[in-house]
């Protein structure tokens, strides 16, 4: 496999991975298959970028993710049915993973490497009304597994990847991903075997009653595998503990794979300690030997701020008012760039979740929700439900001068709660919320107006914000330009920017042509700490770079507590 890096490193002898050969086929880029069973929610994601993250010393890494929903994208999903929905810089809506893909990799990835099976259909049945398959009865086996591989190779080939990393959702199983599991079982006869590597992860489960570990479910999820034409290469075991020794044999003998090729998977305190954990147990060696190169371990920094998460200096308390909060995953790069910042202040981070319909309804007061929190975030959010315990929870971290942070509807409602207390417009508000509102201070943007199809058509990926030379703002970004992901359709309304500011409210970034707010603070003589955006920074935030307005966040809730400077 041939190296991107300086020479001596990674380098095998081969053919450059681009190079069709005679068969046409991308033959010599490696493929790894990433697959799970016996239940959802094990962390293929995190076990697929952690083994993306071992590779990405050594060459150019392109991961895919194969969902079986038959949505195009997951743009227009319930937070609670799936998860946070991953804005990339190129405005793709993706499944959340490719947080975990981008976080690890440190790369931004593309819209086209999130396939549905929305998005093979909706392909497949455009080709046959075009009358692309001559006649043919169209079927899944060839017409949408031979659509599955085109575009995987296709993306390999785009890419100049060395190694395109597939992740298949869902598990072993179910109907909605068999097509991806069969494409991937037919990719070995088109790239070679030793041009690709399939890693199962499967659920080991400790029956406390006997003390035991059980390795049945893992078999007989390997063995549906198997029947499916997949011979998994490596088994990733997760378990509460590191799998015993005889539980690492039973695997190994009945789902004949060499024991060392059977790895432990356990719960850990923080997501990034999973790439060490694998590494340790000879994972790189493993892929090393099966694709033939010489392995690059440089995890020296990535071990520091784990170091730091896990015996911090500091530590403060964040609260995330929301109202998806019964589901984390609603908010997982909100609470991963949180995490990031602490890590790089040596400061440790206790996360708490008040759902905002609870202050609304009078459930919880604010300030026992909040009194004892270091810093205060107002998240994304669609709709009324929770917006008037949003505004309290903002009010209180403006008038107690804790520090504060609003991410996207975060901004809208601390313009609204600025515009009705400060600049007395009472009934200030998003028509989002009232249409009828005689201070409409948010509106939706003009070009949003006649939109009907809800997918895909909002204010979508990477938009750049020029920022006022001096502000909290420019500061954090070192720059007097700022480049954040979006997804709104409503906006501060022109009218009001005049006077917001002249009640002291600072418009520290705006659009270049400087008609949309992208920023706002309170200046650093009137607060800690209180800023907002209208985009969502959380999104390009990594481990080795925190998002610059997350760390001013963390670094004022310390100095705030501690009285020190950070």
Not at 115 to 125: H, P, R, V
Not at 168 to 192: P, Y
Not at 206 to 229: N, W, Y
Request: charged share 25%.
């Amino acid at each position: 496999m041939p190296t991107r890096k300086t020479s001596g490193k990674g380098k095998v002898s081969q053919r450059h991975p681009h190079d069709s050969g005679s068969s046409g086929k991308a033959a010599a880029t490696k493929w790894i298959i990433v697959t799970g069973g016996v239940v959802s929610g094990l962390g293929k994601g995190t076990a697929a970028a952690s083994v993306g993250k071992l590779l990405s010393h050594n060459f150019k890494i392109v991961p895919i993710k194969c969902d079986g929903y038959l949505n195009v994208d997951p743009g227009t999903m319930n937070p609670f049915e799936h998860g946070e929905v991953f804005v990339l810089e190129d405005g793709g809506e993706v499944d959340m993973d490719f947080g975990h893909y981008e976080r690890f990799l440190n790369i931004n990835c593309k819209k086209d490497w999130n396939l549905t099976t929305g998005k093979i259909f909706e392909s497949i049945i455009k080709k046959e009304r075009q009358g692309l398959f001559l006649g043919k009865t169209v079927q899944v086996i060839p017409h949408i597994t031979n659509e599955i591989k085109a575009k995987w190779i296709e993306i390999a080939r785009s890419e100049k990847a060395d190694v395109v990393l597939i992740e298949i959702g869902g598990t072993i199983g179910d109907i909605e991903n068999s097509w991806f599991i069969e494409a991937a079982r037919q990719l070995k006869k088109e790239v070679g075997h030793e041009n690709i590597l399939y890693i199962h992860l499967s659920y080991v489960p400790f029956v406390k009653s006997i003390g035991q570990q059980k390795t049945k479910p893992a078999q007989r999820d390997v063995e549906t595998l198997r029947s499916l034409g997949i011979l998994p290469d490596i088994i990733i075991g997760r378990s509460e503990e590191h799998l015993s020794k005889e539980s690492k044999q039973k695997i190994s003998l009945f789902c004949d794979v060499p024991e060392e090729a059977v790895i432990s998977g356990k719960d850990i305190e923080t997501i990034y300690e999973v790439p060490i954990m694998f590494e340790e147990q000879g994972m790189l060696s493993l892929l090393a030997k099966h694709f033939r190169f010489s392995p690059v371990k440089d995890l020296t920094e990535w071990r520091r701020l784990i170091s730091n998460i896990k015996a911090p200096k500091y530590r403060v308390k964040v609260v995330i008012c929301g109202k998806y909060t019964a589901l984390n995953d609603s908010y997982a790069s909100l609470i991963e760039a949180i995490r990031h910042a602490g890590a790089n202040l040596n400061c440790g981070v206790d996360i708490t979740f008040i759902e905002t319909t609870d202050i609304e309804d009078g459930k919880v007061t604010v300030d026992s929700a909040l009194h004892s929190m270091d810093a205060i975030i107002v998240p994304i959010g669609f709709g009324a439900r929770g917006v008037e315990g949003k505004i309290a929870a903002i009010r209180y971290a403006r008038e107690k001068n804790v520090p504060f942070l609003g991410l996207c509807f975060g901004l809208q409602l601390a313009v609204i709660e600025f515009a009705r207390n400060i600049c007395g417009l009472k009934d200030a508000n998003t028509t989002e919320v009232n249409p009828k509102t005689s201070h409409p201070v948010v509106m939706i943007l003009p070009e949003q107006k006649k939109v009907k199809e809800l997918g895909g058509t909002m204010r979508l990926g990477a938009e750049t914000a020029q920022l006022r030379k001096g502000t909290i703002v420019a500061n954090l970004y070192k720059s007097n330009i700022a480049v954040e992901r979006h997804r709104h359709r409503y906006e501060v309304n022109p009218k009001y920017h005049s006077v917001l500011e002249r009640h002291g409210m600072a418009i520290s970034g705006t659009s270049r042509n400087g008609k949309l707010v992208e920023f706002i603070e309170l200046p650093q003589s009137a607060h800690p700490y209180f800023t907002a955006t209208q985009a969502h920074p959380e999104y390009k935030s990594r481990l080795e770079k925190p998002s610059p307005l997350y760390y001013g966040l963390i670094k004022a809730a310390v100095e705030r507590k501690y009285r020190v400077k950070v």
